[in-house]
Every structure is written in structure tokens, then in C-alpha cells.
Nanobody, 115 residues
Framework: QVQLQESGPGLVKPSQTLSLTCAVS??????????WSWIRQPPGKGLEWIGS???????YYGPSLKSRTSISRDTSKNQFTLQLTSVTPEDTAAYYC???????WGQGTQVTVSS
């Protein structure tokens, strides 16, 4: 059974970099045709796809956050990471990692941007 678990700070100051890690167990980041994604949901709003990293390591980013987003992976640890730079209070949201092809989602982690 594939499980995803997000981890990272729950509070980030404005202008800093938000960094979250998703640990994958029961599956592999290099499974052919699988894409591993970050999604967020601000309070009172819908889900927003942030970006994905594919089984080959290729990355794909959503247009609204592309200039501030970086997704990387560590295959030795079977985890992938989101970095979002220059955060503002508008980046406050529940952040999720997921693998859409497999239907796997993490439980999510709340991140608040505040001084």
C-alpha cells in the first residue's frame, strides 16, 4: 500500500522560502509513468496544482507559481521536495502531495505565512 506523508514547518515568515518534503512508502518515485505532485488549498478556495516531478525526474509547474517554485527528489530516500520562494500571506494553505495516476494522497499539512 502506497502512503505519502508531508512534513515541514507549519509557520513561515513573509519573504522566506517554504520547504516541504513528501516521503513515499510502499512505492517508488521511479515507477514508470508515475508523476508525483504538490497541490495546495488556500482557506475558502479550491485546490491548486503547484507542480509535479515525473518518474524520470522531469519537472512541470503550474503557471501561477512557476517563477517561485522548485520541485526536486531524492530517490535514495524515496522523497520529493517542494520549495516556494518569497512567500506572502497569500501562500497560506493546506499543502498536499499526491500521485494522481495511482490515486495516492498525503493527509496534507497546514502552512501559515505570517510574521
Amino acid at each position: 500500500q502506497v502512503q505519502l506523508q508531508e512534513s515541514g514547518p507549519g509557520l513561515v515568515k513573509p519573504s522566506q522560502t517554504l520547504s516541504l518534503t513528501c516521503a513515499v512508502s510502499g512505492g517508488s518515485l521511479t515507477t514508470t509513468d508515475y508523476f508525483w505532485s504538490w497541490i495546495r488549498q488556500p482557506p475558502g478556495k479550491g485546490l491548486e496544482w503547484i507542480g509535479s516531478i515525473g518518474y524520470s525526474g522531469s519537472t512541470y509547474y503550474g503557471p501561477s507559481l512557476k517563477s517561485r517554485t522548485s520541485i526536486s527528489r531524492d530517490t535514495s530516500k524515496n522523497q520529493f521536495t517542494l520549495q516556494l520562494t518569497s512567500v506572502t500571506p497569500e501562500d497560506t494553505a493546506a499543502y498536499y502531495c499526491a500521485c494522481f495516476n495511482g490515486g495516492y494522497w498525503g493527509q496534507g499539512t497546514q502552512v501559515t505565512v505570517s510574521s
